[in-house]
């Protein structure tokens, strides 16, 4: 293979690798970010439909706060959530539009998932919910059911 080089004499390699050092230094990728993007990818095998964040306003109780709400949405299923910090976790009390009995798993990086099931009404509450980059999955009409709903990963 032909070594190509730069005006200076430079090997094409040595100039990306500079480039690298420099980006490295002085725009570095976010802590954990490799690992965040793995726990999200972990889903990647199933069939699931991903739901979008509705963003109303500020969203006081993620990234620090102590409470908060974040809603999510995808074609005929809302999850809202309220967090609430309890000491070094969190309590997430949430409900489902339409209501039904219908599974939720919540899934924290690096501390594996709970799971619960909404009442008829579509409430679900989850006690002692570690802090970290977390998603939520919803089951449909059950664990049975062939629908998954899953949330953007939120860092609480």
């Known amino acids: 293979m032909n070594e190509m080089r730069g005006s200076g004499g430079t090997s094409d390699e040595a100039l990306l690798e500079d480039?690298?050092?420099?980006?490295?230094?002085?725009?570095?990728?976010?802590?954990?970010?490799?690992?965040?993007v793995q726990f999200a990818m972990?889903?990647?095998?199933?069939?699931?439909?991903?739901?979008?964040?509705?963003?109303?306003?500020?969203?006081?109780g993620v990234r620090g706060g102590?409470?908060?709400?974040?809603?999510f949405t995808?074609?005929?299923?809302?999850?809202?959530i309220n967090l609430t910090k309890v000491g070094a976790a969190h309590r997430i009390d949430g409900w489902l539009v339409p209501a039904g009995a219908h599974g939720v798993e919540i899934r924290v990086a690096e501390h594996?998932?709970?799971?619960?099931t909404a009442d008829v009404g579509g409430r679900f509450v989850l006690d002692d919910v570690p802090c970290g980059t977390t998603q939520i999955v919803v089951h449909v009409g059950g664990r049975a059911s062939n629908r998954t709903v899953?949330?953007?990963?939120v860092v609480l």
């Open 19 to 36: 480039i690298g050092r420099v980006i490295d230094e002085f725009d570095a990728p976010p802590a954990g970010l490799v690992e965040r």
């Open 42 to 60: 972990a889903l990647e095998n199933l069939d699931v439909e991903v739901a979008s964040w509705v963003r109303d306003g500020t969203l006081a």
């Open 66 to 71: 102590d409470e908060g709400t974040i809603t």
């Open 74 to 80: 995808v074609s005929d299923l809302t999850v809202m």
């Open 112 to 116: 594996g998932a709970s799971s619960t």
């Open 150 to 153: 899953v949330t953007p990963a």
